[in-house]
Each structure stands twice: as C-alpha cells, then as structure tokens.
C-alpha cells in the first residue's frame, strides 16, 4: 500500500519561496509517476506540476510556469515542489499524487488518473 505524506506549507508574504516535499512511502518511489495538485476555497482541485518516473520531464499549468519548479529524489523516496515569486493567488490546499504503472516518459496532468493522494498541505500567500 501507497502512502504520501506532503510537508513544508505555511503561511508566507507575496513573492516569497516555499518548498514542498511528498514521502512516498511503500513501493519504490520510481515506480510512480507523481504529480502536484492544488484546491482553493470554492474550487476544483487543479493540477499544477507533474514528473515522469526518472523525473526526466515535466509538465507544468501555465499560471505556474517559470516559478514552480518539481523535482524528484528516487533514492530518499521524495518529490519536491519548489514554490518561487509565490502569489496570493496560489493560496490553496496543495495534495501530491502518485499514478502506478505510469508510461516511463508520459507526465499525467489529469486528477481522474492518478491512483494514490496525499492528505495535504496549506499554503497561504498574503498580499
């Protein structure tokens, strides 16, 4: 069984950094194509980062492009979101998620795909 415990959200002033971290635990973590995943007050989750296995690519939403940056240590069983030039507007509860059997080189943006989900961690950016 598929445990992801996600780390490293709080409470920080607009454009300031935070960096996220998903424990994978279980299975090896290169197992598992990963992703990040955000719900504000009111909304849809949306998707916001994803890895391939190797970590090798990655695929982002555009809001996020050039300040969120996801990487992955296969070793400590760990991703990582790194959270740059944070806006209000990324003010939202941020899940990790972990999709098996996963085509090597495919990231999944999609929320229906993904197999396993973290509990959450709060970010909140204030202006």
């Known amino acids: 069984q598929v445990r992801l415990v996600e780390s490293g959200g709080g409470l920080v002033q607009a454009g300031d950094s935070l960096r996220l971290s998903c424990l994978v635990s279980g299975p090896p973590a290169s197992s598992y194509a990963m992703g990040w995943f955000r719900q504000a007050p009111g909304k849809q989750r949306e998707f916001a980062a994803a890895?391939?296995?190797?970590?090798?690519?990655?695929s982002y939403v555009d809001s996020v492009k050039g300040r969120f940056t996801i990487s992955r240590d296969n070793a400590k069983n760990t991703v990582y979101l790194q959270m740059n030039s944070l806006k209000p507007e990324d003010t939202a509860v941020y899940y990790c998620?972990?999709?098996?059997?996963?085509?090597?080189?495919?990231?999944?943006?999609?929320?229906?795909?993904?197999?396993?989900w973290g509990q959450g961690t709060q970010v909140t950016v204030s202006s």
């Open positions: 998620a972990a999709k098996a059997y996963a085509p090597r080189y495919n990231t999944i943006d999609l929320v229906h795909e993904y197999d396993y």
């Open positions: 890895i391939t296995r190797s970590g090798g690519s990655t």
